[in-house]
């Protein structure tokens, strides 16, 4: 048969008629049988192979039957007025279509071969590269798609806006046009080009034009409220209509959104907004979490809200504050439980509606640092001035009342005692936590030292255990590095001398026998225990003067270059009080001791405070206040010592004020008198004399200006140069674990370091400095 | 107020003279103790003596091992932090502060 057919009935003119029969029934989708492909595959190759024009006569002669056919589709189309009909049409014929895009190319491969040559290989595979195919594509777009677009477009949008309205269609008839705008681009280097200059647009245009006649109707007739729940439904309605008619990977989707968002969020941000206060105020978290999901899609939209959230902290912290100031100045165990619970309270609140975002845990962290810190409720005086104490600025109480309350939880007291182990842990957490909003963490630091100090010297820790725990959990909070150390270093320094103590009872049991068992000696590292040295001068009673020598040869024989100096403000024991009623074990200060020995040689005796005063020879100040101590103890119905004539407070008794022994003290129990009985009447043991607790507070100012001066040096010494702006900041925050310099130190310490040629200012810029080596 | 109620009688057997009113049954004293200086600071490394010297604090957290950082005395009277002491007469056998030649007088303990 090949050889037959040679070279005669090959040309376009044999061939075309029975290739094109094939043809026509593939456009109109007709069956064909296997053996007419196969031949229309060997026609279009025989022709191409033999007829030297043969491909270019095929191409346009298949043109001409495409053109032909998408003719009287046109018209099929175009017979239909009502927008769906026109619609439904159009989709069935450009599917059936472009159906046929994918199989007539194929049978004309040959074509492409003759057409192009064989100077792009590697094309064969890609239907998308078919000549033919695109000749079909390109004929559609020309003739029956250009015309009616604009219908189509048209009617597709009012089919979504039908369904914006709550009507229901075939959702393909939308689907069907935007394919048919993807499909019919030609543009290799942009394919949705049609689609996103003619659909895409009109999409967002429609949608845009709906809202904005829709959002203000329904804000004005439903409210704000309901506007929100409108407006985030509407978003995600619109989020999930768009991945159903836009074409996914073009970014349209994510385009609508953001003009939904526009349209209906931002459009009314202000109004939205102005709401927030109140619903937060109100605690209307669920109302809040939707105002934060809508906001947070809008420039701009979440800080309004952080600052109603730190009013509202502000406000509400305070208020609450002042609201029991009476109760928490005096009681640091409330003061303690009420910011815990302002801070669980707007923790809550930041969970709840804001899901802890990050910004809205900063915006809490800073408005309840500034409750924490916040002066109003009381304050505590600091003398501001390096040389003269006159001008004060006023400080939060906070620390204190915190170490206060440590104290509570960590020494053997009624609080103590009922809490478990796992109790008391929890509470110093919390007062860590209130801790690190603390501005003055130096303040707690002295307050703490000086309670750990009382507990320490007067054996008063409820575990030993949970005490140095508690300095790693400073250490960990970051509390100041050399204030943790000198705590840690009290631990290591009481339990060296607690070892001397038992060798010193040793040697003294070989001396003197068994009274070695009332004495114990506590010999401190006056760098960690004391600041600056003060001597209180007391007389001893004769029975523990003899010790003192004692106790000094022994520590001479231990040690070398060291000098002791008593503290005897600080040391402490219990005596056995005897009268006619009963005996009884008093725990006293040694002031005390030394005030009641007095009237050991006279025991009926009345004796005058001038008289006490030579005995003892006590600083009037501790006198006074020792006397007191003796005379009104708190919570005791018989004080030990009486007094004439009556006085409302220590600084009444004048020097013929008259003391004399309580013949009739006795403990009281269950409103029974008791023969004997050990009671306490130490109290807050004084660690520093009436002089030396303002020095106390002088030192912690000069502290801090040392601090301020060390840290200015450090930054100028690195950055050479600077300016005061750049300089406040840094020095802002190298000091704010321990403390917040305020602009007036700041100020005088840089005059301080110019006038000392530290540093100098710029010649040029008088707001800059220089650092001077 | 009253605590407890167990007071021994152990002071009644040990005082058969006229007894006093207040006796004294147990005293815990307290004192201070600093090397005795004449100037608190160590002029080589700018710390109090009370205070570990530079180096101690650096090798040792929270001052462990400050037990062994004592005081040296020169026969001109002046102190210093012994280990930096020790490191300065390496390079300079001269006191720091009176130019003396140094010579330890004593050490703390
Ligand atoms: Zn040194
Ligand atoms: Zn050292
Ligand atoms: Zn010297």
Known sequence: ?773 | MADEDNSSDRVDNETPKPEKMFTLKKWNAVAMWSWDVECDTCAICRVQVMDACLRCQAESKAGSGRQDCVVVWGECNHSFHYCCMSLWVKQNNRCPLCQQEWSIQRMGK
């Open chain 1, 1 to 773: 048969m090949l050889k037959q057919d040679k070279g005669q009935q090959h040309t376009f003119e044999d061939k075309w008629p029975s290739m094109r029969a094939i043809v026509l029934k593939l456009l109109q989708q007709e069956p064909v049988t296997q053996n007419e492909w196969q031949d229309l595959f060997y026609n279009v190759h025989s022709v191409c192979l033999w007829d030297e024009k043969g491909a270019v006569k095929v191409r346009d002669a298949l043109t001409d039957d495409i053109m032909e056919f998408i003719k009287k589709a046109q018209v099929r189309v175009m017979s239909h007025q009502e927008d769906q009909a026109l619609l439904k049409a159009y989709i069935a014929e450009w599917r059936k279509f472009f159906t046929q895009c994918n199989y007539l190319p194929t049978p004309f491969r040959q074509l492409e071969t003759s057409l192009v040559g064989y100077k792009t290989p590697g094309f064969k595979t890609a239907t998308e590269a078919s000549i033919v195919r695109k000749l079909m594509l390109d004929s559609w777009n020309e003739s029956i798609f250009s015309d009616i677009k604009q219908r189509l477009q048209d009617s597709a949008m009012k089919l979504v806006h039908a369904e914006r309205a709550g009507e229901a269609f075939d959702s393909q008839l939308v689907i069907g046009v935007r394919e048919s705008y993807v499909n019919l681009c030609s543009n290799p280097k942009d394919k949705l080009q049609i689609y996103r200059d003619n659909f895409e647009k009109a999409y967002m245009e429609a949608t845009e034009a709906f809202y904005k006649m829709k959002a203000p109707q329904y804000l004005h007739a439903n409210g704000v409220q309901n506007y929100m729940r409108y407006a985030d439904s509407k978003l995600r309605e619109e989020e999930l209509r768009a991945h159903k008619y836009l074409e996914s990977c073009s970014g349209s989707v994510q385009l609508l959104t953001e003009c939904c968002v526009n349209v209906l969020v931002t459009a009314f941000k202000n109004t939205i907004l102005a709401e927030c206060a109140g619903m937060i105020k109100a605690n209307e978290t669920d109302k809040l979490q939707l105002m934060f999901k809508l906001m947070d899609r809008v420039p701009d939209g979440i800080s309004p809200m952080l600052d109603d959230l730190v009013e509202h902290i502000l406000q509400a912290g305070l208020d609450d504050m002042m609201a029991s100031a009476d109760v928490i100045t005096q009681d640091s165990e409330k003061y303690v439980e009420r910011l815990l619970q302002l801070f669980n309270q707007f923790s809550l609140l930041v969970k709840e509606a804001f899901s802890d975002d990050p910004r809205f845990l900063t915006a809490r962290d800073k408005a309840y640092k500034q409750v924490v810190n916040d002066t109003q409720v009381f304050r505590l005086e600091l003398p501001s001035k390096q040389n003269s104490g006159v001008k004060c600025q006023p400080e939060s109480k906070c620390p204190e009342l915190l170490a206060n309350y440590c104290d509570m939880l960590l020494r053997k007291t009624p609080l103590s005692k009922k809490l478990t182990s796992d109790e008391i842990e929890s509470k110093l957490r919390d007062v860590l936590l209130v801790l690190k909003y603390v501005q003055n963490k130096d303040v707690f630091m002295r307050y703490h030292k000086a309670h750990l100090t009382r507990r320490l010297i007067l054996d008063t820790s409820a575990d030993s255990e949970k005490e140095e725990n508690m300095v790693e959990w400073l250490r960990e909070v970051g509390m100041p590095a050399d204030y943790v150390n000198k705590l840690a270093r009290m631990f290591q320094d009481v339990k060296v001398s607690e070892d001397l103590n038992q060798q010193f009872k040793e040697q003294c049991r070989s001396t003197r026998g068994s009274i070695a068992d009332s004495i114990n000696i506590k010999i401190l590292n006056a760098g960690a225990w004391a600041r600056g040295s003060e001597r209180v001068t007391v007389s001893l009673p004769m029975e523990l003067e003899d010790y003192i020598p004692e106790v000094e040869d022994f520590y001479k024989k231990k040690h070398s270059g060291r000098k002791l100096q008593w503290y005897h403000h600080m040391s402490n024991g219990t005596i056995t009080f005897a009268n006619s009623v009963g005996r009884y074990d008093v725990d006293v200060t040694t002031f005390q001791m030394a005030v009641l020995f007095a009237w050991n040689q006279r025991s009926q005796d009345r004796i005058s405070y001038e008289n006490l005063r030579l005995a003892t020879e006590l600083p009037d100040p501790e006198l006074r206040r020792t006397l007191w101590s003796l005379v009104a103890f708190p919570k005791i119905r018989r004080q030990v010592l009486l007094y004439g004539p009556e006085v409302q407070s220590p600084k009444d008794f004048d020097e013929n004020t008259q003391f004399w022994v309580n013949q009739e003290f006795a403990l009281v129990k269950n409103g029974k008198l008791q023969k004997r009985g050990k009671i306490n009447l130490v109290g807050r043991l004084q660690l520093s004399t009436e002089r030396s607790k303002e020095e106390d507070n002088e030192s912690i100012v000069q502290l801090r200006i040392l601090r301020v001066q060390e840290a200015i040096i450090k930054i100028l010494k690195m950055r050479k140069k600077m300016s005061n702006a750049q300089l406040q900041t840094e020095l802002v925050d190298i000091l704010k674990n321990m403390f917040l310099p305020s602009k007036k130190m700041i100020k005088e310490q840089i005059e301080w370091l110019i006038e000392h040629k530290y540093m100098r200012r710029d010649e040029d810029d008088i707001n800059t400095f220089i650092y001077m080596a």
